[in-house]
């Protein structure tokens, strides 16, 4: 571990996360919430009298909902003995009325009806009140626990009232001051990564933003992104009929007719599209500048060591073949010393051998099959890589399903352990997820240790921030003020800079989606009977349509001592001015966004 400016360099990731980071942020974490609870003066032990109670009526309301059932279940068991008793006497009747006296019959048919009419009087007069009387007490704990959790409610709103937005970023750069997050993706940060580092400048129809969280270490911009991207798949659909014919046969000197039937099944493949998230990260740096290659997880960390032996003996083998043709077909592919990282890592198709071996050290092979093997510390083997000259993308599977943008009421709560655990929980998980999406870059030492050369910022641009933002907002909003009134599935939102002042960015968002019909191809096919079926398969078509709307997006700065209300109460003042219904406002983190109407 060496020193940097603001902290320390991050050359062996898993070991340092385990043995410094994973405590370090936990009591970050632990300080933070203990510190907000002091802020917000709740009286813990208060609260927690009350939760007590609360708990002591669910545990009276749970055994009275237990002893409902018991009762629902002995009222249903004997509704159906009843029947039967019922069904027996009226059965029993029906024989006498068949065959005549019978003795048995003629004594079973009282006892029968004596009984139901017992088990009648029995539900009647003994489970029914006791059943309403069971309820009637749950209906009195029901409120008891309704007014208890109204007053934790109340103890806890001093607390509620203090979380904010982004406060995982915040103690994750606090534990790991080398990765700075920016408050937002503006701009001058996009610019910066276009121009300088020659990020693809893209109007792609086929992603939109749903998350953006932009940074730089040692002065290297990235930005961790999760889009929604739209892919143009097929759908197979099917449909039969059933066919009859008859034959006739000899059958022991006569002729027989035999029944034959066939389900004749046809299908189609037509257009479907697919939609899918993807999350990622970019990352760009100067080092190694012309380098381009890609590699795939390879899944390491779920084989023993015997096991990837086998395949680094089995691969080396190919790779080893491969680099003798390439000295042939004018490539220079050589294989590296490092048997085991040129099989795992496997970036086989990388442009220039010099500039890899730049970038991989032996220092860096060791922390990333570290990092590719490891079991139990963090996810192992679970991302792909592909760097394009200056720009490092890295697609981790662990960012999968993970809710980055929660909103303050995610902590909220009428338990003070209860918030204090969950908001633990939450920021430890997501401090390991995104330290671990950046764990295969801070593995490459040349990576930290290469600054940026100067770069020359323009005066103006046409928006304050970037359309990664504005397309996070949009998606963040009711889907429905955007999306064609026909459309049926989901809707890729791109947005376009209209007009920008006064940290106001007015954009153009439409959205692309899909509206159906239904279909019908007839297939013929030929059948048993010697005969061609035509057999019907509906289908659906997906017809592209689309909708463009303007939505004004204002960034909010604000005062340290302000709350998330407090800021929401005071951009909605301004908007007053504008006629803006409170209705229409959406707030997500430092941006205030509303649809525009047309006048």
């Known amino acids: 571990?060496?020193?940097?400016?603001?902290?320390?360099?991050?050359?062996?990731?898993?070991?340092?996360?385990?043995?410094?980071?994973?405590?370090?942020?936990?009591?970050?974490?632990?300080?933070?919430?203990?510190?907000?609870?002091?802020?917000?003066?709740?009286?813990?032990?208060?609260?927690?009298?009350?939760?007590?109670?609360?708990?002591?009526?669910?545990?009276?309301?749970?055994?009275?909902?237990?002893?409902?059932?018991?009762?629902?279940?002995?009222?249903?068991?004997?509704?159906f003995l009843t029947v039967l008793l019922f069904a027996g006497a009226i059965f029993s009747g029906f024989q006498l009325y068949q065959l005549g006296y019978n003795v048995l019959y003629v004594a079973l048919i009282p006892v029968l009806l004596v009984v139901a009419i017992l088990f009648i009087f029995l539900i009647r007069k003994k489970i029914n009140p006791k059943i309403k009387e069971l309820k009637g007490l749950k209906a009195v704990v029901d409120d008891k626990i309704k007014v208890l959790y109204q007053e934790?409610?109340?103890?806890?709103?001093?607390?509620?009232?203090?979380?904010?937005?982004?406060?995982?970023k915040k103690l994750f750069q606090e534990t790991?001051?080398?990765?700075?997050?920016?408050?937002?993706?503006?701009?001058?940060?996009?610019?910066?990564?276009?121009?300088?580092?020659?990020?693809?400048?893209?109007?792609?129809?086929?992603?939109?933003t749903l998350f953006v969280q932009s940074g730089e270490i040692n002065g290297n911009p990235f930005f961790i992104c999760e889009d929604l991207v739209h892919v143009l798949g097929t759908e197979t659909y099917s449909g039969s009929i059933t066919i009859h014919w008859t034959t006739t046969s000899t059958v022991n000197g006569?002729?027989?007719?035999?029944?034959?039937?066939?389900?004749?099944?046809?299908?189609?493949?037509?257009?479907?599209?697919?939609?899918?998230?993807?999350?990622?990260?970019?990352?760009?740096?100067?080092?190694?500048?012309?380098?381009?290659?890609?590699?795939?997880?390879?899944?390491?960390?779920?084989?023993?060591?015997?096991?990837?032996?086998?395949?680094?003996?089995?691969?080396?083998?190919?790779?080893?073949?491969?680099?003798e043709k390439s000295v042939t077909q004018g490539s220079n592919y050589t294989?590296?010393?490092?048997?085991?990282?040129?099989?795992?890592?496997?970036?086989?198709?990388?442009?220039?051998?010099?500039?890899?071996?730049?970038?991989?050290?032996?220092?860096?092979?060791?922390?990333?099959?570290?990092?590719?093997?490891?079991?139990?510390?963090?996810?192992?083997?679970?991302?792909?890589?592909?760097?394009?000259?200056?720009?490092?993308?890295?697609?981790?599977?662990?960012?999968?399903?993970?809710?980055?943008?929660?909103?303050?009421?995610?902590?909220?709560?009428?338990?003070?352990?209860?918030?204090?655990?969950k908001f633990i929980a939450y920021t430890t998980d997501y401090f390991k997820r995104i330290y671990f999406t950046f764990a295969p870059v801070l593995a490459?030492?040349?990576?930290?240790?290469?600054?940026?050369?100067?770069?020359?910022?323009?005066?103006?641009?046409?928006?304050?921030?970037?359309?990664?933002?504005?397309?996070?907002?949009?998606?963040?909003?009711?889907?429905?003020?955007?999306?064609?009134?026909?459309?049926?599935?989901r809707n890729i939102l791109k947005t376009k800079v209209v007009e920008s002042k006064a940290q106001a960015d007015v954009v153009k968002v439409v959205a692309y989606g899909y509206r159906t019909e239904q279909r019908t191809d007839y297939i013929n096919k030929m059948g048993g009977d010697g005969r061609m079926h035509t057999i019907p398969v509906h289908w659906t078509e997906y017809i592209p349509v689309e909708q463009a709307s303007k939505v004004e997006v204002n960034v909010v700065e604000t005062e340290q001592t302000e709350t998330h209300q407090d800021r929401f109460r005071k951009l909605f003042e301004d908007l007053k001015n504008k006629e803006v219904n409170e209705k229409d406002v959406f707030m997500l983190s430092s941006f205030v966004a509303h649809v525009l109407k047309d006048k």
């Open 176 to 208: 790991i001051p080398l990765i700075k997050m920016d408050k937002m993706f503006d701009s001058r940060r996009y610019d910066y990564m276009v121009n300088k580092f020659g990020l693809a400048d893209i109007y792609d129809k086929d992603r939109s």
């Open 152 to 168: 934790a409610y109340a103890q806890m709103k001093p607390l509620n009232d203090l979380f904010e937005y982004g406060i995982a």
């Open 335 to 421: 294989v590296l010393a490092n048997s085991e990282f040129e099989v795992l890592f496997g970036a086989t198709n990388r442009n220039h051998e010099v500039q890899f071996r730049l970038l991989f050290t032996p220092l860096a092979q060791r922390e990333l099959l570290e990092i590719m093997k490891d079991k139990e510390i963090g996810y192992g083997d679970d991302f792909d890589f592909v760097k394009h000259k200056k720009i490092n993308r890295v697609y981790p599977e662990h960012l999968h399903q993970f809710e980055f943008d929660v909103m303050p009421p995610y902590y909220w709560g009428y338990d003070i352990d209860a918030i204090k655990e």
């Open 444 to 489: 490459i030492p040349l990576y930290q240790h290469t600054l940026p050369q100067e770069y020359i910022y323009k005066d103006l641009y046409e928006s304050y921030v970037s359309f990664y933002e504005h397309e996070r907002v949009v998606n963040h909003m009711n889907e429905h003020e955007f999306k064609h009134p026909l459309s049926t599935t």
């Open 1 to 79: 571990m060496s020193d940097t400016q603001d902290g320390m360099y991050i050359d062996e990731p898993l070991d340092q996360y385990q043995k410094v980071y994973k405590d370090l942020h936990k009591e970050n974490a632990t300080k933070y919430i203990d510190a907000l609870i002091e802020k917000s003066q709740v009286d813990v032990n208060q609260n927690r009298e009350t939760v007590k109670k609360i708990r002591k009526q669910e545990a009276e309301r749970d055994l009275l909902v237990k002893h409902i059932k018991k009762q629902n279940g002995l009222k249903g068991f004997l509704i």
């Open 254 to 323: 006569k002729r027989v007719t035999n029944h034959h039937s066939q389900v004749l099944t046809a299908t189609v493949t037509k257009p479907c599209p697919r939609y899918y998230e993807q999350p990622y990260l970019v990352y760009a740096n100067d080092a190694a500048p012309d380098l381009i290659f890609s590699r795939q997880d390879s899944d390491a960390e779920h084989m023993s060591e015997k096991q990837i032996e086998k395949q680094v003996n089995k691969d080396i083998k190919k790779l080893s073949k491969k680099a």
